[in-house]
């Protein structure tokens, strides 16, 4: 722990003027704090982010992704650097601290090494990933996801409801879609980790009257698109003992997700979150139906035992009403476990600072997933107030990031010191 220096004391009143001014950048005409990603009130807020980033003594650059990228040079530029930050980009409706926490709070960190003279000996490298939220490519993670390596030229060739390529919306955006598949400058440094702060987006953090959570691993996500095919009939002849009716053996499938996620042992959810049935009229019995469902866990033991289960269910209730059911599964993303050592240098500095902490998994997924492929990974959460994200009423106290803020600085300082 960083016995014997002083802390570095976040300045509440900056933090909350930065998340004040970024806040008020935002598109007017939809719904809370909303900031898309490619959006004119993004690339705005990225210049803010910029300015503030130089303030605080930051090289700034952008890398062949459209990261944002600030570099605070260390005493020895060959040293494996430091990594943090997150995202500015919000969902439509959305709020005004995920991801903003973990940017803002990189940025003060950079702001307090300067102030108090302390220079690091690793480069700290603060990051506003491009667009992290999932958007009309359904694609998330778009920074992080490529400076990971994990972006591929299919990726790019994703087309949104209007026809039109993510590649395309990269160049409009300025960014060369080639350089996003390359590897560049960041992506060639040797680095020594990744912290990321977050607000936790649920309860379990107020729920147990802790401030900081110290996330042990990132769920692994299974999405499901179950397709129903019953029979048309007309809705006023068909006896209702003689039916095959799709939309009701979705139904049941849709209970029979809900069942599976509440049998979880630790951290397990299942949510079906969309049925559409494709051919709707009202005097038809349902005869096609797209279901959409996902469960995620940190345990990769449940979430393949959970997925067989269901399987067996949906089927097995489907074939009593002679619906057929063809089920496609797509692993979204695995279970990233969180670098021991730096889970324990973050408890040991909330230890240190008197802060109460609790080990939580993860339930959302974040740029530390694809960041953790490329170096060891951890996450400081901050509470969320009722556990409400990505909508307009998402909050965290100002004490509460001041904490977040303050374990940040403390668990850079001290893996800096670390081999
Ligand atoms: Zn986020």
Redesign the pocket.
Known sequence: MTQGIARLEPVRERISRDLHELAEIREPDHLGWTRRVFSEPYRLAREWVTARMRDAGLEVRRDGAGNLVGVLPGRSPAAPALITG??TDTVQGGGRF??IVGVLGAIEVARLLRESGRQLDRDLVVVDFLG?ESNDWRLSCLGSRALAGELTRADLDRQDGTGAALGGQFAAFGIDPSAALGEDWLRRRPVHGYVEL?VEQGPVLEQRGAAIGVVTAIAGIERLLATFRGQADHAGTRPMGDRRDALVAAAEAVLAVERTGCGAPVHGVATASEAANVRAAPNVVPELIELRAEMRSVDTGWLGTARERLAGDIIAAAQARGVDVSLDWITDNEVVQASKPIQDVIAEEAGAAGIAWEAVPSGAT?DAVHMARWCPMGMIFVPSKGGRSHCPEEATGLGDIVHGVRLLAATMCSLDARP
Do not use: L, R
Request: proline share 0%; hydrophobic share 0%; charged share 30%.
């Open positions: 997150s995202h995920d991801g992290e977050h974040h």
